[in-house]
Structure formats: structure tokens, C-alpha cells
């Protein structure tokens, strides 16, 4: 009776191991950031677009969630699509991005992690680049929230909360002192 019991709790342990936990909510620009692209950008009617996005090396683009295995952040696209994707829809939404823009703002995904045990945590690390200022800046943001007791209900937290963790990122980015030199505001104030 032990051995079938013991057999049936690792088999629920190995197809707990393979779920995936997917959410679908897409990325909502944040108030603060539309204002900020705005105030820096509108004045000298300047457009960027969005380039390539990359992981720094030993970046998990692939994270786990307890026993349920991997967490799908938008269903089709990865941790760092989504980050780029926001980025785009910052901007697009602002009224400031253009397809045909020379000023192409890049990204290096510099960390990703997740944590669903006690305090649950995105932590995300990400330089941003761009013709008009070469070496970039980062930045971070350490995104707190409520996990649960059982690895289903904490998965889905941890999935729920991730578009909320790249707002907070996408804010950073934009009030940072040095995103008027990111989109070449200096630039077009000096001509």
C-alpha cells in the first residue's frame, strides 16, 4: 500500500513539474512614463522606435515557479519580448514612435528573477542604449507581491504580477535623468 501510495505522490509531482503557468493580461502603459516621454519628447516633435532587445549572458529567460515549471508571462512571447513590447507601447502611446526613426532605442536584459516563496519578488536588471547615447544606463526594479500558500496560487501571482514588475521597469527607464540624452532631446535642444 506505501509503494502505491509513494508511486502516485511522484507521479503528481513529475506533472506538477511540467505545468505551465500562463497568464494573459498585456501590458498596460503607466501614466507616469506616458507623461514623462511627453514632456521630454513632444516640445521638439521627436520619434524613436524600439530595436533589437537581448539577454545578457546567464539570463534565465525561462522562469520556473516552485513545482509547476515554467511561467508564461504573455502566451507567445517571452519575458524579454514582453519588455521590448512594453518599451514600443510606452512610446506608441505617447505619440512618440515612428518605425522610420534614426533614433533607435536597443535593450540587454541584465537579470530576471522570481521568487514565490514568502514575499514574492520580480527582480529585473535592463540597460537601454541608443545612437545618441552609446554606453546607456540601467536600470532595476525589485516588484513585491503576495504569493499563496499552494504552488498553483502562488504561480498565478507570480504570472499576474509580472506586467505590473515591467511597468515599474518601463518607469524607471523613462525617469531616469539621463532618458532625455536616451531619445536625443539634448541633441535637437543644441540645433
Known amino acids: 500500500m506505501l509503494r502505491k501510495v509513494s508511486i502516485v505522490i511522484a507521479i503528481s509531482m513529475g506533472l506538477a ?12 502603459p503607466s501614466i507616469n512614463s506616458l507623461s514623462q516621454i511627453q514632456e521630454i519628447m513632444k516640445p521638439s516633435g521627436l520619434r524613436v522606435k524600439v530595436g533589437p ?25 517571452t519575458p524579454l519580448e514582453y519588455i521590448k513590447s512594453a518599451l514600443q507601447r510606452e512610446f506608441f502611446s505617447a505619440g512618440a514612435y515612428d518605425e522610420d526613426s534614426k533614433t533607435v532605442i ?15 519578488h520580480w527582480d529585473i536588471a535592463l540597460t537601454v542604449s541608443s545612437n545618441y547615447l552609446p554606453e546607456g544606463y540601467q536600470v532595476k526594479t525589485s516588484y513585491l507581491f503576495k504569493t499563496s500558500f499552494t504552488a498553483y496560487g502562488a504561480c498565478k501571482n507570480v504570472a499576474k504580477a509580472y506586467p505590473s514588475a515591467v511597468q515599474q521597469l518601463m518607469k524607471n527607464v523613462t525617469s531616469n535623468p539621463s532618458f532625455a540624452r536616451l531619445v536625443g532631446a539634448k541633441a535637437a535642444q543644441q540645433q
Open 106 to 120: 536597443k535593450g540587454r536584459l541584465d537579470d530576471l528573477e522570481v521568487g514565490s516563496f514568502g514575499r514574492g
Open 17 to 28: 513539474a511540467c505545468e505551465t503557468t500562463s497568464q494573459n493580461f498585456p501590458y498596460q
Open 53 to 77: 532587445f537581448i539577454a545578457k549572458e546567464g539570463v534565465n529567460l525561462n522562469p520556473k515557479c516552485r513545482l509547476m515549471g515554467s511561467i508564461d508571462v504573455a502566451p507567445g512571447s
